[in-house]
């Protein structure tokens, strides 16, 4: 099982970045997909997530609007689509799957099996 994240970088405040995640090593059609980040000295926190089972996604209310989560035809990468980036979105990035499809499910940490390395979005003010 693997999760290989890439795509992030240095970018000024306004500005766009693409993250990618291809997994590999399971079935992922049946694993719903997602997205988490963590800043220095925070928790981990929920950022975007697609259900495998009705393909619904969500996303933290501070993202609404300027991020968009994707997963390809294959349903083995998902992208993560960020504009109108800012400098609190300064954090790494980390991929994730999980055999859950709920959202009271998807939204805890626990219920992910699978992460990937993680990759650093910094947003310059």
């Known amino acids: 099982v693997q999760l290989q994240a890439s795509g992030g970088g240095l970018v000024q405040s306004g500005g766009s970045l693409r993250l990618s995640c291809a997994a590999s090593?399971?079935?992922?059609?049946?694993?719903?997909m997602g997205w988490f980040r963590q800043a220095p000295g925070k928790e981990r926190e929920f950022v975007a997530v697609e259900s495998y089972r009705d393909r619904r996604t969500w996303y933290v209310d501070s993202v609404k609007g300027r991020f968009t989560i994707s997963r390809n035809k294959a349903r083995d990468t998902v992208y993560l689509q960020m504009n109108d980036l800012r400098p609190e979105d300064t954090a790494v990035y980390y991929c994730?799957?999980?055999?859950?499809?709920?959202?009271?499910?998807?939204?805890?940490?626990?219920?992910?099996?699978?992460w990937g390395q993680g990759t650093l979005v910094t947003v310059s003010s």
């Open positions: 994730a799957a999980s055999p859950y499809y709920s959202y009271s499910d998807l939204f805890s940490t626990v219920k992910w099996s699978d």
């Open positions: 090593g399971r079935d992922y059609r049946v694993y719903s």
